[in-house]
């Protein structure tokens, strides 16, 4: 069964405290894995996309790698303002069709 | 970047009234819109999967009568909540994607829908 799950549910953080989020897949006829950021009330807005092994994606302080089995995101010195939920989704294709998978999010909290 | 508008961003209605959600792709065209119903602290749940000039395709447990979902262009889908209950209320959000392969889905903003 294709799943996704994410690690940890929760994290704080102090402010300048690097860490990393964890994102691990079993999938068939992976087609991409995507991370989006969710702040509360509002829609999830896409970070970033990765499609094979060894691929990372950087944008200001995050870092998104991806392996056959899992993906990370790294946070180098986060400060309060990346306190968000961080979602990770992937896109499976199975007989033609495709779908997303979500994982569950990790509700991170940076304090300053 | 893709730009996905949702309106209303809140709605309050009164029990059995019926609610219409719109959902636009701002500066590309989405064959396919999904619909999401997220419950606090929990993660997405997709209700549907609307295809332009077709059948949206409901997920198990979802009421298609219910759920009324209509894609009449390749830039509007909107989502009906009809004979809305208070067990209705929830965060609604609907996405699209500029492809149906390896592409990310870009989502609204979403709708706070309260049914008194």
């Known amino acids: 069964e294709d799943q996704v799950t994410q690690s940890p549910e929760a994290l704080r953080l102090q402010e300048g405290e690097s860490s990393s989020l964890n994102c691990s897949y079993t999938v068939s006829g992976l087609r991409g894995l995507f991370w989006y950021r969710q702040d509360p009330g509002k829609g999830p807005e896409f970070l970033f996309t990765l499609y094979s092994a060894g691929e990372e994606k950087e944008k200001e302080r995050l870092k998104a790698t991806l392996t056959k089995k899992e993906s990370f995101l790294h946070i180098t010195a986060p400060k309060p303002e990346d306190s968000a939920t961080y979602l990770c989704a992937v896109q499976a294709e199975t007989s033609g069709t495709y779908k997303y998978i979500f994982g569950t999010g990790t509700r991170l909290k940076v304090l300053a | 970047g893709a730009v996905v508008s949702q309106h209303p961003s809140w709605v309050i209605c009164k029990s059995g009234t019926s609610v219409k959600i719109e959902c636009r792709s701002l500066d590309f065209q989405a064959t396919t819109m999904f619909w999401y119903r997220q419950f606090p602290k929990q993660s997405l749940m997709l209700m549907a999967t609307s295809n332009e000039g077709s059948k949206a395709t409901y997920e198990q447990g979802v009421e298609k009568d219910k759920f009324l979902i209509n894609h009449a262009s390749l830039t509007l889908s909107t989502l009906t909540v009809t004979s809305a209950h208070p067990e209705d209320s929830s965060f609604y959000i609907c996405?699209?994607?500029?492809?149906?392969?390896?592409?990310?889905?870009?989502f609204g903003n979403g709708t706070r829908l309260t049914v008194t």
């Open positions: 996405s699209a994607s500029r492809s149906s392969y390896n592409s990310p889905l870009h």
